[in-house]
């Protein structure tokens, strides 16, 4: 059973260093990450040239408005649309999508098509 969750793990880290060599957030298109773990979920917007995060939310944060909401579906969806309000008050407006080795896939795609309703294209 060990050995089938570290084969899975080493897969998803071999997917994310191969999407990574191609995906490179730049100042004019930043790279959208979701991270997704078995509880929760956070998204951020990171400029790899500078090496800094400019918009960056979970469904921890104190200032996440779909705590209430009952799935995690419902979650990634208000959690793509709040992160795009955000990106868009620092005017970002253009990101590409950076799944980190994840299917896109349920709640990943989720986050992604909130962020497209709050206004982001990718």
């Known amino acids: 059973m060990a050995d089938r969750h570290r084969s899975k793990r080493i897969a998803r880290k071999r997917r994310r260093f191969r999407t990574r060599k191609i995906v490179d957030g730049t100042p004019e ?15 951020q917007v990171i400029d790899d040239q500078i090496g800094h995060s400019l918009v960056g939310l979970s469904t921890l944060s104190h200032d996440f408005e779909g705590k209430e909401v009952p799935t995690r579906l419902e979650q990634g969806r208000a959690l793509g649309k709040q ?5 868009k008050d620092r005017g970002i407006n253009r990101v590409v999508f950076d799944r980190a080795g994840h299917r896109y896939h349920g709640i990943v795609k989720a986050v992604a098509d909130g962020a497209r309703e709050g206004g982001l294209s990718f």
């Open 83 to 87: 992160v795009a309000a955000k990106a």
């Open 29 to 43: 298109r930043p790279r959208l990450v979701v991270s997704r773990t078995l509880r929760n979920i956070e998204v």
